[in-house]
Every structure is written in structure tokens, then in C-alpha cells.
């Protein structure tokens, strides 16, 4: 199986930046989806960005122009770079990685979460 560990988040004031990192690890053959997810206790998690093996994006529209993600496939790592945050972005954000393991398994592994909180 591939597990993925996140690390960054915190505590952050509005328009503040933080970065957020996700590694995986394991018997990995391909990554063909990497993406970040968030949520709001009590709400649905929804897709924040997301990153093909290629450089094609796609971001939500709440985060456009503020947000950026990015992938390092030789370290099978991906970095999502938050600017201008607002209260809104305050969630629990996960990290989701798709692919193929060396055995031909198809995976779909996710983080444990971590948390982001923006307040003053």
C-alpha cells in the first residue's frame, strides 16, 4: 500500500500564507492523480486542487489566484502554497494520491489530515 504524510498547516492570520507538504511512500510504480481535499465539520469534503501527472490543474473557484499547487514527481511529493488567507480556508485539509504500485495494483491512499486554522 502507499501512505502519505503531511506536513505544515497551523495556526496562520488572515492574509497570511502557509504550505502545505504531502509524501508518499511505498512500493510505488506511478502517481497519475495527486490532489488536495478540505473540510469544514459538518459540511462535505470538497476538492481544493488537484495536479495530473502532467501540469494540468485545477483548482476551486473559492481558491483561484490564491492557492497553488504543485508536484516533485522524482520525490513522489506534492506542496500546496496557500496566499491571502481567509477564514474561510479554516478546515482540516487532506492530501489524495492515485496510481499504480510496482505489483499492478491500483491505489487510491489518503492522509491523515491536517489541520489549517485562519483567525487573528
Known amino acids: 500500500q502507499v501512505q502519505l504524510v503531511e506536513s505544515g498547516g497551523g495556526l496562520v492570520q488572515p492574509g497570511g500564507s502557509v504550505r502545505l507538504s504531502c509524501a508518499a511512500s511505498?512500493?510505488?510504480?506511478?502517481?497519475?492523480?495527486m490532489a488536495w481535499y478540505r473540510r469544514v465539520p459538518g459540511e462535505e469534503r470538497e476538492l481544493v486542487a488537484a495536479i495530473t501527472r502532467g501540469t494540468t490543474t485545477n483548482y476551486a473557484d473559492s481558491v483561484k489566484d490564491r492557492f497553488s499547487i504543485s508536484r516533485d514527481n522524482a520525490k513522489n511529493t506534492m506542496n500546496l502554497q496557500m496566499n491571502s488567507l481567509n477564514p474561510e480556508d479554516t478546515a482540516v485539509y487532506y492530501c489524495?494520491?492515485?496510481?499504480?504500485?510496482?505489483?499492478?495494483?491500483?491505489?487510491?491512499?489518503w492522509g491523515q489530515g491536517t489541520q489549517v486554522t485562519v483567525s487573528s
Open positions: 511505498g512500493s510505488i510504480a506511478s502517481i497519475t492523480y
Open positions: 489524495n494520491f492515485k496510481g499504480q504500485l510496482v505489483s499492478g495494483q491500483y491505489y487510491d491512499s
